[in-house]
Nanobody, 125 residues
């Protein structure tokens, strides 16, 4: 059974950095796109970044130039390096895997992806 587990969240000051990790098991990673989304209480989910088999990252407009998604498939791990953090980045962050057969990650992660439990990121002054 597919399982994703996030770690690395925490509290950080404005302008600080964090690296989130996602460890996956139970599915054929070569057939999936993995990415990160975030959710604030009472808000909709927001896609943050995804990375395909070609290693190319795609990013939401609000994090471009500040966040980087990385993958180490040999270790079944994906990472989200977050720099220049802002209070608006405060949220629960989840990694999500979507099958290539399902469609575009950005359209499908909410309904058709495998999610982890999430890791909380809090940015404050």
């Amino acid at each position: 059974q597919a399982r994703l587990a996030e770690s690395g969240g925490g509290s950080v000051q404005i302008g600080g950095s964090l690296r989130l990790s996602c460890t996956a098991s139970g599915f054929d990673y070569s057939n999936y796109v993995v990415g990160w989304f975030r959710q604030r209480p009472g808000n909709q989910r927001e896609g943050v970044a995804s990375i395909g088999n070609n290693g190319r990252g795609l990013y939401g407009d609000s994090v471009k130039g500040r966040f980087t998604i990385l993958q180490d498939k040999a270790k079944n791990k994906w990472y989200l390096q977050m720099n220049s953090l802002k209070p608006a980045d405060t949220a629960m962050y989840h990694c999500a895997a979507v099958s290539l057969d399902t469609g575009n990650w950005w359209d499908a992660y909410g309904e058709f992806g495998y999610w982890g439990q999430g890791t909380q990121v809090t940015v404050s002054s």
